[in-house]
């Protein structure tokens, strides 16, 4: 009985520390500016104002900044998903000579491993010379490549685990290899796809680095590249930050909470089945 | 059969080129947008911009030796990549050990303790940077409120505090990822083992040496090896909340890497540098692919 | 649709899996590819249907030569052991898969598969999913697929492997009694040789990628052409005793029977049935002790031995004999078979 008590007090601690500092930053978005700096802490008794948000989405371009991060991760993932998925496919059901298909997955999965900086200086410069800087586009490219390995990497663990058998009826019964892929295979890794898809927007919609090396403009300044900028700089307006902050938090909950089921198997790159 | 049950064996004379054309998309851009880079990275660490134009130098490399700024953010790095690893790893392995155990509400849980991980990592800054601002955040509030004198406590402003600070916020982070994947590696365990060694009257801490940790290696082996290249290759968070500051106490290789490159506008040397952090992550995980397949054979 | 395989090989890697296969199957024909596991007999019909390539050799279907046609355009339907059945979609769609495939009409498809479900007694099942239904009723609808498109030719890979006995026995007698009312030819794959024997026209009986024998069951069961094709076919299998045949007089340890073949080393081959156990001495009989008996309702088996050897004989229900008992042989050497030990693989009668 002791034991259960002691766990069940844990496990309220572990999520009273996860979530109260992100308690907090909300309820300074909601905070006039007094409360914000008051002493004794504020944690509940204050009165909330929705002034902040509408400074941030409405005055200012945090909107912009939001359909940006938006247009980025929706566009890269789907192109991920789609070129990533095929060559996935291509990769687990066909042997290549000397042993290609597995040299390749392994290849693709290390081009993940490699830290972001050592890329984003030549994609820098390559951009730069393209004419490409602040650009929606040289993002939605960049963030493709940034996903694919992964979209490979998980595809092929779903795609492994169709039984061959299915495909070779389908090829009997007279389809075509594509037609196989699309009709029978597919719709059986339909989940897998999802729950890949779901990471692949969280990413990059998260992503911080490539997009603060490639845009500095309005125009195509992501979410997160938006909220760093105004803190970096002069006058720090935490209200309007933490308002955009919120904000920047609410697709990747939502989207964390639809696909908790595949969440442990996704971060640990398929090698532990949550 | 000696062939695997995995690959179609048939392929006419016509279907014999349909992986590689499946495969090409994806080779494309990855040798573009990832491999191309690298080798213009590693050319322009080897060429240097003098009066009489462009010149193959190993100068770039050289100076890396001599470089304390490069060499204490190194140190700097590898302090704070083993001590973030050591709280995680300590933290998240002994959550998964006291709550492996079926809970009403699991969902709601994990959902909770997700939070941290899927942040974006600006505004894990943010939020950090207010919890730990020494006037009006709420941790020097609450620990005024109990009596604690905060006045030294000047988180961000002081050099050494500053470091702890940035190794607890990755601590605050991350810890949920290594204990949900430490739990689900605990979870995928079989009952017979344990069954057996306390039919054989192993104690407790026997059991956990002999049966649990073995058969848990290839998550931690993982969860390790997917922490410490995240680690290496911080940026994000540190950015937000210090900037490497104050002065020099957190600066980080990818940050001094970033502001060589973007402040500087010193690309060749920002690429050498580049070019050295590449290797010793690879080095990292190539030691810890080893070791995972050490394991996967001895199954 | 006749079916031939001309010299048919197939190599993996290293090893031969089929060997310089040849048989000509005639149209309508139920065809069984019988063998231990590893013989060759899956392999040879994937070939066929296309799921493996031909690494040397012919096969024909009627007068084509199928050899480099895809898999998708040789017309033949395939049941598969594990079924194969789409698991998201329904027994209806399932069915209707080929059909779809060949871009028939959905009035079309519907008919036909009504009818195909009314002939196998599946129409209650048409809008279930695949894990729904039991291991009897997913085969069926695995052979609805197969049949809804006449096809020139079945194929079956072990399809009565996964059922519990009782519905493998019933199932065998359902499968003749359809491809009969088909007519279509049927080539069908199992280790089990009871199936063999009860379901085929003709039986090729394989070993290590090699043909041992092609004949009609009968045949086989009593003129089986080597000492392998003898011992896998029949149950409880045939007993073998070696010894030396010497002017007419068969000689094994205690064992002297009279045999009309040439002088020699063979080895006798007997079926159970044909030796006769007796509780009291016989005239002539030859005494062996008892093993152990095993009743099985309609019959006893009786497991001797004589000396060194070991036989089974088949006794009538009311056989009774206490273990390590004497009881009396009498052995019907017109009925037995015998090989020659000259070579240390294949025996030949």
Redesign the interface.
Known sequence: MRKGIFKTGLLVLALVAALTPVYWMITISLKIERDQFAYPPKWFSFTPTIQHYYEAFVTRSFGQYLLTSAIVAVVSTACALVIGTLAAYALTRFQLPYNLDRKLSLWILSTRMFPAIVTAVPLFLMMRDLRLLNTRASLIVVYTAFNLPFVVWMMRGFFAEVPRDLEEAALVDGDSRLGALVRVVLPLVAPGLAATAVFCLIVSWNEFLFALVLTQTDAAMTLPVGIAGRVTQYEIKWGVMSAAGAVAMIPILVFALAMQRYLVRGLSLGAVKG | MPRSKRFFSALNRRELLLPYVLVAPALAVLLALSIYPLFYSIAISLQQETASGIVWTLAHFKRLATDNFFLTAMVHTFVYAVAALTCEFVLGLALALLLNQQMRGRAVFRASLLVPMMLPTVVVGIVWRLLLNPNFGAINGTLKQLGVNTESLTWTASPRLAFVAVIAVDVWQWTPFVFLVLLAGLQAIPQEPYEAALIDGSSRWQTFRHVTLPLLKPAILIVLLLRTMDLLRVFDQIFILTEGGPGFATELISLYIYRTAFRFSDFGYAAAMSFVLLALTNIVSLGYLRLLRDEKRNF | MSIRFLNVSKT????K?VDDLSLEIADGEFVVLLGPSGCGKTTTL?ML?????ITSGDIYIGDQRIN?V?????????V?Q?Y?L???MSIAENIA??LR??KLGRDERQNRVARVAKSLEIESLLDRKPRQLSGGERQRVALA?AIV?EPRAY?MDEPLSNLDARLRVQMRGELKRLQHQLGTTTIYVTHDQAEAMTLASRVAVMKKGRLQQFDTPLNIYNHPANRFVAEFVGSPSMNFIDGQIERGVFVSEEIKLPVMRGDGSVSLGIRPEHVHVFTQPQDGAIPARVYVTELMGNETFVFLTIGTHRLIARAPADFRAEVESTVWLRLETDKAHFFEKAKSTDYAE
């Open positions: 993996f890697g290293e090893s899996v994937r249907a296309g799921l493996e390539t480099d895809p898999t998708q355009r040789r017309d033949l339907a395939m598969f594990s194969a789409y698991p998201h898969y080929p495939v060949r697929r498109r194929l």
